[in-house]
C-alpha cells in the first residue's frame, strides 16, 4: 500500500473487538531510524486493516506540512497538531471512535503527551505507538523515557485476573507510599484493564474509607472484588 496515497485517517474493516489498549514506544538520538521504525509498524498495522492515525508536532514542518516525513524520504500522511488533546475534536469524535491505533512521531513536543496517551489507551482501547528523543543536545534525559518505562516490558508475566500479559503491579492495600515492602500479600501483576479497574476500585475505597474514620483500613483489594 502507498503511504503517499493515504489520507490522515485510515478507513478499513472496523475497530478491533479487544477493548484494551496499548503504548509502544520507539527512542533514541536523531537520524536512528525512529520515524522508520514507525512508519513500518504503522503500515504493518495498516495492511493487517487496523484503523490508523499519525500525528505530528506542527513545529516539525521541516520536510512537510502534513506528512511524517523520514530523513531519507519515506513519508506517511499526518495531522500536525500545536497539541494531542486537540486531536480528538479536530477528527470528529465518530472518526475517533473507529480508531485502533494512534501513531505519533516527534513525541517530545507535546506537553499533553501523558494525558492523552494514558486516556487513549487506559479509556479508549487505543494502540498508541510514539517515536521521540531520548534525549536533547545535552543528553539530558527525556520525560518521555521516564513517563512510558512501563511501556518497555523485557520481562513479562501473566495477569493474575485474567492470564493475560502483565505490564503492570497493582498495590493492594490502601497504603499510598512509594516504598511498601511485600509479596503477593500486598502486589500482583496484572494486566492494562486490571490496572486501570483495580485503582478505580481503590480510588473509591478510599474516599469512602476517607468519609468514614472509624472504619478499618488495613483492607486488602481482594475483600473490594475486582472484576
Ligand atoms: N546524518 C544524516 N543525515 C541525513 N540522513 C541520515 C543521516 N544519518 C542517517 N540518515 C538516514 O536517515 C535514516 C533514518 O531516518 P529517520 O527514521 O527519520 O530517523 P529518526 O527519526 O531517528 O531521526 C537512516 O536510515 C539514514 O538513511
Ligand atoms: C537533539 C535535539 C533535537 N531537537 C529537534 C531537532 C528535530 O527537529 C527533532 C528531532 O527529529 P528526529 O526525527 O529525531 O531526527 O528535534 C531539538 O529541538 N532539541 C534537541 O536537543
Redesign the pocket.
Known amino acids: 500500500m502507498s503511504s503517499s496515497s493515504l489520507k490522515p485517517t485510515l478507513s478499513s474493516s472496523g475497530r478491533s473487538s479487544d477493548p484494551t489498549g496499548e503504548i509502544h514506544v520507539?527512542v533514541?538520538?536523531?537520524?536512528?531510524?525512529?520515524?522508520?521504525?514507525?512508519?513500518r509498524r504503522i503500515n504493518s498495522e495498516c495492511n493487517n486493516g487496523r484503523n490508523v492515525a499519525m500525528i505530528k508536532s506542527s513545529k516539525d514542518i521541516r520536510y512537510a506540512i502534513d506528512s511524517v516525513?523520514?530523513?531519507?524520504g519515506?513519508k506517511f500522511p499526518c495531522w500536525a497538531l500545536p497539541n494531542l488533546l486537540s486531536f480528538k475534536d479536530k477528527l470528529g469524535a465518530e472518526e475517533y471512535d473507529k480508531l485502533d491505533v494512534i501513531g505519533i512521531?516527534e513525541a517530545q513536543f507535546f506537553d499533553d503527551l501523558y494525558d492523552f496517551c494514558c486516556n487513549a489507551a487506559d479509556c479508549h482501547g487505543k494502540i498508541v505507538i510514539l517515536?521521540g528523543?531520548d534525549g536533547d543536545y545535552m543528553r539530558f534525559f527525556s520525560f518521555l523515557f521516564a513517563y512510558f518505562y512501563f511501556s518497555f516490558h523485557p520481562y513479562e508475566t501473566r495477569c493474575e485476573l485474567c492470564s493475560k500479559r502483565a505490564f503492570f503491579t497493582l498495590r493492594k492495600t490502601d497504603e499510598t507510599k512509594t516504598e511498601l515492602i511485600g509479596g503477593s500479600d500486598v502486589y500482583m501483576p496484572v494486566c492494562r484493564q486490571h490496572y486501570v479497574d483495580g485503582q478505580a476500585v481503590m480510588e473509591v475505597t478510599r474516599t469512602v474509607l476517607d468519609s468514614c474514620s472509624e472504619v478499618q483500613t488495613d483492607f486488602c483489594l481482594e475483600e473490594v472484588a475486582v472484576v
Not at 516525513?69 to 531519507?72: L, R, Y
Request: zero cysteines.
Open positions: 520507539i533514541g538520538p536523531m537520524f536512528a531510524g525512529k520515524t522508520t521504525a514507525l512508519l516525513v523520514t530523513h531519507d519515506m512521531d517515536a528523543l
